[in-house]
Every structure is written in structure tokens, then in C-alpha cells.
């Protein structure tokens, strides 16, 4: 069975920093396309960043320069750096295996990330 676990989420002031972290059981992410991904209350999931199996990266436009994706093959673990964080960023944040759009063969079970005064 595959299980990828997110961690790292919480209450963060505006201009604070998270980072999150995704890591999988069963399945060897340096194989494949990881994604992180969010949802806030009432809107459609939407893409915040893509690593891709050799290590390149790409981030959602509204973000880019704030977030930054990465991954450590030795531990089986992706990561979501998120600095100057704002509360439009609160939603539940989803780690992704082998994703090509809003597509993936697997999801974890999300993680919330709460901006707020």
C-alpha cells in the first residue's frame, strides 16, 4: 500500500513561514513527478509546485518566490518551504504522487495551514 503523510501545518502569523513535509510508504518518490496542491473552503483544488523525478522545479505563478518545492531521495521525503506567508495562502494543502495537472496516482490526507492575526 502506498501512504504518503503530511506534516508540518499549523497557525502562522502573516509573514511567517511553514514548511511542510511529505513522506511515502511503499513507493520510492525519487521514481516520479511530486506535487503539492491546496484547497480552501468553497474554491477547486488548485497547483502550487511540481519537482520533477530529476529534480527540477516549478512553482504556481502567485507564489513563485515565496514557496519553493523540494525533495531529499535518501529520506523518501518532498518538502513545501512557505515564507511570507498571507491568509489568502489558508487551505488545506495536499502532497501528490505523479501528477500531471490536477491528476495523480496517489494523495496524502492534506494537511491545514491557517494564516491569521
Known amino acids: 500500500q502506498v501512504q504518503l503523510v503530511e506534516s508540518g501545518g499549523g497557525l502562522v502569523q502573516p509573514g511567517g513561514s511553514l514548511r511542510l513535509s511529505c513522506t511515502a510508504s511503499?513507493?520510492?518518490?525519487?521514481?516520479?513527478?511530486m506535487g503539492w496542491y491546496r484547497q480552501a473552503p468553497g474554491n477547486q483544488r488548485e497547483w502550487v509546485a511540481t519537482i520533477t523525478s530529476p529534480g527540477t522545479s516549478s512553482t504556481s505563478d502567485s507564489m513563485e518566490g515565496r514557496f519553493t518545492i523540494s525533495r531529499d531521495n535518501a529520506k523518501n521525503t518532498v518538502y513545501l518551504q512557505m515564507n511570507s506567508l498571507k491568509p489568502e495562502d489558508t487551505a488545506v494543502y495536499y502532497c501528490?504522487?505523479?501528477?500531471?495537472?490536477?491528476?495523480?496516482?496517489?494523495w496524502g490526507q492534506g494537511t491545514q495551514v491557517t494564516v491569521s492575526s
Open positions: 501528490g504522487l505523479g501528477c500531471s495537472g490536477n491528476l495523480c496516482y496517489d
Open positions: 511503499g513507493v520510492i518518490l525519487s521514481n516520479y513527478h
